[in-house]
């Protein structure tokens, strides 16, 4: 197998709009995998570098969300370098590939799904070690099952249910930067069908307003600041995001607007479904009749 052939510049959707830009990964879409895991890289000094691993069986997508670095390549044959400079573009790694990432720029964040949760076994760790394995080895995908029948819409919902969940900042014990990481139902009560990113956002400028009927949403700052006004037909509550080891869980019913974001804001967004129109609530006096009929 020549595994350089798989490791390629994956283009991703990029939906304009004047109040800021759009991109989105949905699993087995833009991505040939399901998303087991979720990690991203932020606060990195200038010439530091991380990675430099390769993985038996983990396939992952790696975005610069914010910022630029690049990523080196070596198939066990060549060595190759990608450089990552725009969150509509990602570098699809296989596995068996070594990797390093490298040139991190001032504010970089790099994101990185997997199609695995952590297991310590499936990383090679020594450049000799990734050599010898790499010459018999043969790429088999492998996609995680998984059911989200258990997710369902709170028959009252509530501005209350929207939480704050944070995360471990995890460095190496070098000062290389910190790294924060979701894996599915472990970190969040839902497990990760869809990521989108909010970009080149005009200072001040309001983004969603809207409700999902069935869909769970966790938005984070992993650049910048902005806020979350939250509705439940009743209550309201606003929640300030400014620090990408925290995010914020929209339950289902709840309409969300967020706003007030600062320049250079990104806003990160896992999602529980993959895309369907249907189960957008774009109209607010709709949304007010539903939950009416709800309670």
């Given amino acids: 197998m020549d595994g350089n052939e798989k490791v390629k510049i994956v283009n991703l959707p990029k939906i304009f709009d004047p109040r800021g830009n759009l991109t989105v990964i949905e699993e087995l879409k833009q991505i040939p995998f399901t998303i087991a895991r979720a990690y991203w890289i932020y606060d990195v000094p200038g010439g530091e570098i991380r990675g430099s691993h390769a993985f038996k069986d983990q396939q992952e997508i790696i975005i610069a969300l914010s910022g630029?670095?690049?990523?080196?390549?070596?198939?066990?044959?060549?060595?190759?370098?990608?450089s990552l400079n725009r969150s509509y573009f990602g570098l699809y790694i296989p596995p068996m590939n070594w990797r390093t990432i490298e040139n991190f720029s001032t504010n970089a964040v790099c994101l990185v799904l997997s199609s695995q949760e952590f297991y310590q076994d499936d990383y090679v760790r020594n450049f000799n070690d990734f050599l010898l394995l790499r010459k018999n080895y043969t790429f088999i995908p492998k996609v995680r099952l998984k059911n989200n029948d258990s997710i369902e819409l709170s028959p009252k919902p509530s501005v209350y249910n929207a939480t704050i969940i944070e995360f471990q900042r995890i460095s190496s014990g070098a000062r290389n930067g910190n790294l924060s990481v979701i894996e599915g139902i472990k970190n969040l009560p839902f497990d990760i069908k869809r990521a989108f990113v909010l970009f080149d956002i005009p200072a001040g400028e309001d983004r969603g307003a809207h409700a999902h009927r069935k869909c769970h949403q966790f938005l984070i700052a992993v650049s910048g600041a902005f806020e979350v006004m939250l509705d439940d037909g009743v209550n309201k509550k606003t929640v300030r995001l400014d620090r990408p080891y925290y995010g914020l869980h929209i339950p289902p019913g709840i309409w969300a607007a967020e706003q007030s974001f600062s320049g250079g804001a990104v806003c990160l967004v896992f999602a529980s479904h993959g895309y369907d129109e249907s189960d957008y609530i774009r109209d607010y006096d709709l949304f007010l009749n539903i939950i009416k009929q709800s309670n």
């Fill in 68 to 82: 630029s670095f690049d990523i080196v390549i070596n198939d066990g044959c060549q060595e190759h370098r990608f």
